[in-house]
C-alpha cells in the first residue's frame, strides 16, 4: 500500500476506497508514516497530517488481525519514541495531543494480549492516573485483565504510596485555596478508592502502616483551623478509618474488605454541596418579596402557559401563540429574576456560587424558595415580570418573518404538565385559548425541523434524566417535544442575535472534530452490528469519552450535538445561573447600547464566570454520577 495515496484518501475522506482495505492494510502503512515521521522529529514543522490518519489506528480495539503481537511490539517502541520526545519538547502541543491518543490505544492492545509482568505495564497504570486521567479505562483494566497490571516497579515502590502523597498535595492546595481543586481531589479519592477495592495486590502489613504513617504525618503537618481544618481531617480520616480496618482484618486472619462505602451523606460534604442559605441572603430575598408587590391584570398583557413535568416546582418558562391573518406569532416567554434583582446583590452572588439548583432528596436550590417557587417563579393566574421573545412564521412557507426581544408584564393563565397537554391534544378539552394555543404550535412542527437536528448520541449521552438541575426534557411525547423545539429555539435565537450584535455572552458551545466523528460514526456502526449487552455497554462507555462534553466560553464555537451554528443557555434561569447573566447582558447592551468601556469589562467579567461555570458543572457531573451508582446499590 503507498502510504502517500493513504494519506490522500484520508484527506479527501474516501470512504468508497477505505472500506475496500483490510484493516491490515490501513494499520501498518500508517504505523510505518508515525514512525519514520516522528525520526526525524523538527518542533518547527507541522505534523497534523499524523492527527488526520489517525483513525486507521484505532481499529485496533475492535477487529482483531493476523498480528496482534508485531502490532503490539510497534506500537510500544512508537509511544516510547513519542514519550522521548515530549520530554525533550515539553511545551509541543502536538505531541502532548499525540501522546494522550497513543496512551489510551497502547492501553487498548494491551488489554486483548496476555503479556508478562513488564515495566511498561506499571508505567502505562501510571501515566493512565496522574496525566490522562481516565477512570473508565483504569477500571475496566483492573477487572478484565487484573493480571497484566501491576502495582510495584523493580524497586518494589508501591504506586499508592505514590498517589497517596499526590492526593495529600492535592488535598492541601484544595483547603488553602478556598476549596479550589475539588474536581481534582475527588479524582484522587476515586481512584484511591478503585485500587483499594481492586484487591488483586492485597496490602501486605508492612505497606498498611507506611500509609498509615504518611496519612499520620500529613495531620501532624496541618496548617488549618476551624472549618478548613475539619474538612482537612476528614479527606485524610476517612482512609486511615479504611486503613486500620485492614490491619484488624490481617491480625485476624480474615479477607480483605471488598467495598468502601459512601453515605449520602458524606457525598454532599466531600462535593461541598451548599447548605442552608445565610441569614443575609434570607433577609436580601425577604426585603425583594416585600419590596414587589403583585402587579395587576391588564386586558392588554399576553396570556401565557408553562408545561413541565410532574413534580415541577421552579416553572420558569413558558409560551404563546395565535394567528394573525398569514403568519403565526409565536411567544416564548422567561422569568426575569433580573427584573427583581441587582447585579451585585448578595443573591446573584450566592446562585452563582450554586450555579444549579441541584435534585437530590430534598433539593438544593439556587435562589430561596420564597423567590424560586414564589416572586420569580410563573405561577398559574399571577402577572408575572418575564423576558419575551416573538417570532412571526409564515404560515404557507413556515419561514421567519420577523422576531422582536422585549421586556414586559404577563399573566399566567395555566401551569400544565407534559402529561395533561398531551391528554388535552388528543381530547381538545380544556380552555378554548389553550387548547387552540397547542395545535398552532403542533401545526408549526415544519419550521422547529428545519433549526432543530439533534444528534441521536448526542441525545442518547446527554439529554437524559441523569441531569443534576433537571433542565434537560428527554421524553418523546407530543407535548415534550413542543416545549423542547421551543426552548432550543430560543436558545439559538438569542445566541444568534447576541453573536451578530457584537455584545459580550455566554456562548453553550459543543466541538467535536473530524478525527472524533470519524470516530464516533464507526461506533455507532459497531453498536448497530452487536447485539450482545454486555458489548452495546462496553462500547456505549467508550463513546461517551469520545464525545466531547459542552462547556460555556464568550466565544462562539456552535453546538454539534444540536446541529445549531449558535448556542446558549436562557429558559431556565430559576435552576441555572447562566442565564441570568445572559439576560443581564440583553438588558444592558442590547436594550441599552452600553458603551465601548463597559462592553469590555463585561467581557471580563463573563470570561471568569465561564471558566467558574465550566469548572462548577465539572464536580456537579461527578456528584450526580456518584449519587446515581449509590441509588442503584
Not at 507541522?46 to 493476523?66: D, H
Not at 426585603?287 to 398583557?301: A, D, P
Request: glycine letters at 2%; a neutral charge; proline letters at 2%.
Amino acid at each position: 500500500m503507498d502510504i502517500h495515496l493513504l494519506i490522500q484518501k484520508y484527506q479527501d475522506n474516501d470512504q468508497v476506497f477505505l472500506r475496500t482495505l483490510s484493516f491490515e492494510e490501513k494499520f501498518f502503512p500508517v504505523l510505518e508514516l508515525y514512525e519514520k515521521s516522528l525520526q526525524n522529529f523538527d518542533s518547527s514543522k507541522s505534523y497534523e497530517y499524523l492527527i488526520t490518519v489517525y483513525p486507521a489506528l484505532l481499529i485496533a480495539k475492535y477487529k482483531a488481525f493476523k498480528h496482534k503481537e508485531e502490532a503490539y511490539k510497534r506500537f510500544q517502541s512508537l509511544r516510547l519514541l513519542v514519550r522521548k520526545l515530549l520530554l525533550e519538547n515539553k511545551d509541543n502541543e502536538f505531541l502532548k495531543k499525540i501522546m494522550g491518543k497513543l496512551d489510551l490505544l497502547s492501553i487498548e492492545l494491551a488489554n486483548a494480549l496476555d503479556y508478562r509482568y513488564d515495566a511498561v505495564k506499571l508505567d502505562l497504570l501510571k501515566h493512565l492516573i496522574f496525566h490522562l486521567q481516565n477512570l473508565e479505562v483504569l477500571e475496566n483494566i483492573l477487572i478484565e485483565k487484573p493480571h497484566q497490571i501491576n502495582f510495584l516497579d523493580e524497586k518494589a515502590f508501591s504506586l499508592l504510596l505514590s498517589l497517596v502523597y499526590k492526593y495529600l498535595e492535592v488535598l492541601e492546595k484544595h483547603i488553602l485555596r478556598n476549596y479550589d481543586y475539588l474536581n481534582e481531589l475527588l479524582y484522587y479519592d476515586r481512584v484511591l478508592q478503585i485500587l483499594f477495592n481492586h484487591g488483586k495486590e492485597r496490602l501486605f502489613l508492612k505497606e498498611i502502616q507506611e500509609l498509615e504513617n504518611t496519612f499520620k504525618n500529613a495531620l501532624k503537618n496541618k496548617k488549618f483551623s476551624g472549618e478548613k481544618e475539619e474538612r482537612y481531617c476528614y479527606f485524610i480520616n476517612k482512609w486511615l478509618v479504611f486503613l486500620a480496618k485492614e490491619k484488624q482484618l490481617w491480625i485476624m486472619n480474615q479477607p480483605h474488605t471488598d467495598e468502601i462505602k459512601t453515605s449520602f451523606k458524606e457525598l454532599k460534604y466531600q462535593y461541598n454541596l451548599p447548605k442552608n442559605f445565610s441569614v443575609s441572603v434570607l433577609q436580601e430575598s425577604e426585603l425583594c418579596v416585600l419590596n414587589h408587590q403583585e402587579i395587576g391584570y391588564r386586558k392588554s398583557m399576553p396570556i401565557i402557559y408553562t408545561v413541565d413535568g410532574e413534580g415541577a416546582v421552579e416553572l420558569d418558562d413558558g409560551f404563546s401563540c395565535q394567528k394573525i391573518d398569514d403568519f403565526y406569532r409565536v411567544g416564548i416567554h422567561i422569568a426575569h429574576p433580573l427584573a427583581y434583582l441587582s447585579i451585585d446583590s448578595l443573591l446573584l452572588k450566592e446562585a452563582t456560587k450554586r450555579c444549579v439548583t441541584i435534585y437530590t432528596d430534598p433539593p438544593i436550590l439556587m435562589f430561596p424558595k420564597c423567590l424560586a417557587q414564589g416572586l420569580f417563579n410563573l405561577c398559574e393566574n399571577h402577572v408575572q415580570k418575564v423576558f419575551s421573545i416573538y417570532v412571526d412564521i409564515s404560515t404557507t412557507s413556515f419561514d421567519l418573518i420577523r422576531y422582536t426581544v422585549q421586556l414586559e408584564n404577563a399573566f399566567v393563565g395555566k401551569n400544565d404538565t407534559y402529561k395533561h397537554c398531551s391528554e388535552i391534544l388528543k381530547t381538545e378539552k380544556d380552555d378554548p385559548i389553550y387548547v387552540s394555543t397547542l395545535h398552532y404550535l403542533t401545526e408549526l412542527k415544519p419550521f422547529f425541523e428545519k433549526y432543530l437536528h439533534i444528534d441521536k448520541i448526542y441525545a442518547s449521552l446527554n439529554r437524559t434524566s441523569s441531569n443534576v438541575s433537571n433542565t434537560n426534557i428527554i421524553g418523546v411525547s407530543t407535548a415534550e417535544k413542543i416545549v423542547e423545539s421551543l426552548m432550543v429555539f430560543a436558545n439559538y435565537l438569542l445566541a444568534k442575535i447576541a453573536y451578530y450584535h457584537s455584545f459580550p455572552f455566554l456562548y453553550r458551545n459543543h466541538e467535536v472534530t473530524s478525527t472524533e466523528i470519524f470516530d464516533i460514526q464507526r461506533l455507532r456502526e459497531l453498536l448497530r452490528n452487536e447485539k450482545k449487552s454486555d458489548i452495546y455497554l462496553s462500547e456505549t462507555k467508550v463513546l461517551e469519552k469520545k464525545f466531547p462534553k459542552a462547556y460555556y466560553s464568550t466565544d462562539c464555537k456552535g453546538h454539534f450535538g444540536l446541529g445549531l451554528k449558535y448556542y446558549s443557555h436562557n429558559t431556565s434561569p430559576l435552576r441555572r445561573v447562566c442565564d441570568n447573566y445572559n439576560m443581564y447582558m440583553f438588558q444592558e447592551c442590547y436594550f441599552k447600547n452600553a458603551d465601548d468601556k463597559d462592553l469590555y469589562r463585561y467581557e471580563l467579567f463573563l470570561k471568569e464566570i465561564a471558566s467558574f461555570l465550566n469548572h462548577q458543572n465539572e464536580v456537579l457531573n461527578m456528584f450526580f454520577e456518584e449519587q446515581s451508582l449509590l441509588l442503584k446499590k
